[in-house]
């Protein structure tokens, strides 16, 4: 690598600088994308991987610094990052300056390999990337030479596209107007918190083909009929709790933009949406619910409206008043906003990452995918939905103790037809 | 296979109770202690913490550049009275509190008390060579400094030792308040008449023995204890 070719600095993207804002001793915006291989993981091998695999991304073997105004990455040249066994606990908060400054962790446990990182890096697209990237390279170094490269397997012989460190927003950050944001007050889940360290995980895995059927009962997507049986799970547990007056249930759910504007980026580039009811306009049936979020996704997913979003969450930054005020101070506002406004918007997260594609010499060696939300911001529960061939994994990762929202989501799945294996992580309570 | 006769979702084999609804997994026909591997591991993980290395060599660069120069001006310079020493003993006071924040963070609570008090009667001690008068150091400054710490020292000792709750802290804290004002008027008096007489100090002390009197009722009747929780709680 000679001087002057790389790029010694990047700005954050356009989501990436509200992540670092939000840290806190006990939260840092990690999320976790783990693969389970089907024969055991060699820690050495692996190892020799990650060294080989992380310096083709530029942007995930970085660091965070602090400048005056802004926030940016830096290169990281500094040992690292070392593979380490698997925890009870992930989606541990990320400390700038510790773990020599890495911002990405990989964890073995039999046959899972776990690749932890801070949201300010990139997105799950881009994490993927890197942890397909990272089993290609560590599956060819066992011997299997006949995997090639091509979707999530990038080339880690080829130097960096300059599309894939790219902010992708700000090239599509061009509409006229800019809609305003929503901003309503939603249902949160009431919950006993569990102590700093603690991350209570539910996997359900199920058929893709079973989930597909049901779906299709109701005239739905697999996402759109998720998205109903949680705002379905919210409704109930706020209707059983003892509430003073109902609130809507919304969901925050992450679009991936690169479905709508071509972009190579590896950072994020995703927005968000809320689809919701309010229960206040009367007591929904579940087919009404699935009607529901059903229109509401082909009304507001498309371009256009997207376009809007973009642009409105670029204005604040493109602004030169806002771009000279110090970080600190910026600091303080974001956080401010953030929980006062954008944190009490829905009720829940979801994600869905779709069917995960991998080359085909690459698919009789993996078992499934599991991606984790990690830590809530604040006490609730969040889900990732992906699905591997005829595995489909919903993992639900929450910060308090009761899990009433699962147990009612997963009811309402059984009761559907859905056969449903539950994993957890969860203490064995002996009362 | 075992599936939660609650909830109806199948289970993971290591699993004894439903993940959801804490239901305990009870299978007749398979009743042997089951050793199977778990989904998850069982060992916690620790957030690796952030060395303050930089910054306490930082803060200790300022301090002591701060201290050197006023020493260099004081000798070199302006060379009327030793009004340096104030500096630096400001610096040396500042130094030392800034031990256990950035330096070592594992330095007990209570040597990290000793130690601000000497180095708060090490900058009275020079402040007393500094203007040639040492009797009010060794008759007032001294005692009193001896004093606050010895009753900082019991504080803290009382409040990680024994049972800590709102009230328990606050009868310890009104305890040390009489007692610091006691033990003030008694050191003041005595070094400007050569004689103690409570005055000012008493009518605090009563004040803090009510409340004192207060405290411990309402601990040692639980009755009383759970409704003043009931009706306070927030």
Known sequence: MEKGVRRDWYKLDLSAIVYPTLQRRDFSSVYRLSVLLKEEIDPRVLQQAVDMTLPRFPTYKAAIRKGLFWRYLEPNNRPGPFVQEDVKNPCQPMYFKANNRYLVKVYYYRNRIALEAHHSLGDGTGGMCVLQTLVAVYLRLLGHEEIENGGFVLDIGREPDPEELEDAYMRYANAKVRPPRPGEKTYRVRGTKEPFYTLNIIDGIMSVSQVMAVAKKYNATITEYLNAVLLYALLTKQEKDWHLRLRPVKIAMPVNLRRFFPSKTLRNFITMIYPGVDPRLGDYTFEEIVTQVHNYMRYYLNEKFLRGDITTNAATQKNPLIRVVPLFIKDFVVRMFYTKVQDKNSSAGLTNMGAIKVPEGMKPYIERFDIYMGQPFSSRTNCAIVSFDDILTINFASSIIEADVERYFFRKLVSDGIHVKIESNREITEE | ?234
């Not at chain 2, 909830?7 to 042997?32: Q, R, Y």
């Not at chain 2, 690796?48 to 000798?75: F, H, M, W, Y």
């Open chain 2, 1 to 234: 296979m075992s599936y939660c006769v609650n909830c109806g979702v199948e289970l993971d084999p290591s699993a004894k109770n439903c993940p959801l609804c804490n239901t305990p997994v009870i299978n007749p026909s398979d009743l042997k202690t089951r050793q199977q591997p778990t989904p998850f591991p069982k060992e916690k993980g620790q957030v690796e913490t952030v060395k303050r290395k930089d910054l306490g060599i930082l803060l200790s660069t300022v301090v002591l550049a701060t201290a050197v120069t006023c020493g260099i001006l004081n000798a070199f310079v302006f060379q009327g009275t030793l009004w340096s020493l104030a500096v630096i003993g400001v610096c040396v006071i500042l130094w030392v509190i800034m031990i256990p924040v950035v330096i070592y963070t594992k330095q007990s609570i209570y040597v990290s008390l000793l130690f601000d008090g000497a180095a708060v009667m090490v900058y009275l001690y020079m402040i007393a060579y500094m203007i040639q008068r040492d009797d009010w150091f060794y008759g007032l400054g001294m005692p009193i400094v001896l004093w606050v710490i010895f009753l900082s020292e019991c504080f803290v000792l009382c409040v990680r030792k024994l049972p800590r709750s709102f009230l328990t802290v606050a009868l310890y804290l009104f305890t040390a308040l009489a007692l610091l004002c006691l033990g003030l008027e008694f050191l003041i008096d005595l070094y400007l008449d050569g004689q103690a007489a409570f005055q000012w100090s008493a009518i605090v002390a009563t004040v803090c023995v009510i409340v004192d009197i207060a405290i411990i009722t309402l601990l040692s009747r639980r009755r009383l204890r759970n409704e003043v929780r009931r009706r306070l709680h927030f």
